[in-house]
T-cell receptor, first 113, second 113 residues
Framework: SQKIEQNSEALNIQEGKTATLTCNYT??????LQWYRQDPGRGPVFLLLIRENEKEKRKERLKVTFDTTLKQSLFHITASQPADSATYLCAQPATSGTYKYIFGTGTRLKVLA | NAGVTQTPKFRVLKTGQSMTLLCAQDMNHEYMYWYRQDPGMGLRLIHYSVGEGTTAKGEVPDGYNVSRLKKQNFLLGLESAAPSQTSVYFC????????????FGPGTRLTVT
């Protein structure tokens, strides 16, 4: 079955630096990947979607890449701020053509002032 | 526009008791989902619905039942609660368009003793 792996260890970085989070998947290559942000005690909030034919997608200080050869997506936050501290989740369809999704366990990011 | 709401926010059950969690969305979305989130396990799909009157099993459906009698509501039932069902439950909805964005509710924290 399809699996998503995210680094479960927390990532601590200094304010102003670029944070890079990794999402690796197994088996079939999805048509798209999604990234969500989750704050403690709250539901996830959608950030970005990247499709298989898009190498890179940007939104303000966020950048996502999608490498189907490596079966990997990278999520970057440039000029990071303490307000960016949260858990970031990667998600994708469980199988091709489905609306059934699987999520990674998330990576907790802490931006230090 | 309230988005996705969940009722109740917190609940404590004794083993063997039953309860129903209610999810409501006011965005006229076709697709609705129930997830559970446990430490170290990430979000796991319990059941989902692709339209009014339809339901389908997700990754971890055992011990749960669902109903989607009205488009805006998706109910999750536990017929005989077990301690293993202690978790945070999230409901989500999506329009089914090509953004594939899921909108999540605030969650229900359920403890089964």
């Amino acid at each position: 079955s399809q699996k998503i792996e995210q680094n479960s260890e927390a990532l601590n970085i200094q304010e102003g630096k670029t944070a890079t989070l990794t999402c690796n998947y197994t088996n079939y290559s999805p048509a798209y990947l999604q990234w969500y942000r989750q704050d403690p005690g709250r539901g996830p909030v959608f950030l970005l979607l990247i499709r298989e034919n898009e190498k890179e997608k940007r939104k303000e200080r966020l950048k996502v890449t999608f490498d189907t050869t490596l079966k990997q997506s990278l999520f970057h936050i440039t000029a990071s701020q303490p307000a960016d501290s949260a858990t970031y989740l990667c998600a994708q369809p469980a199988t091709s053509g489905t609306y059934k999704y699987i999520f990674g366990t998330g990576t907790r990011l802490k931006v230090l002032a | 526009n309230a988005g996705v709401t969940q009722t109740p926010k917190f609940r404590v059950l004794k083993t063997g008791q039953s309860m129903t969690l209610l999810c409501a969305q006011d965005m006229n979305h076709e697709y609705m989902y129930w997830y559970r989130q446990d430490p170290g396990m990430g979000l796991r799909l319990i059941h989902y619905s692709v339209g009014e009157g339809t339901t389908a099993k997700g990754e971890v459906p055992d011990g749960y039942n669902v109903s989607r009698l009205k488009k805006q509501n998706f109910l999750l039932g536990l017929e005989s609660a077990a301690p293993s069902q202690t978790s945070v439950y999230f409901c989500a909805s999506s329009s089914g368009d090509t953004s594939y964005e899921q909108y999540f509710g605030p969650g229900t924290r359920l403890t089964v003793t």
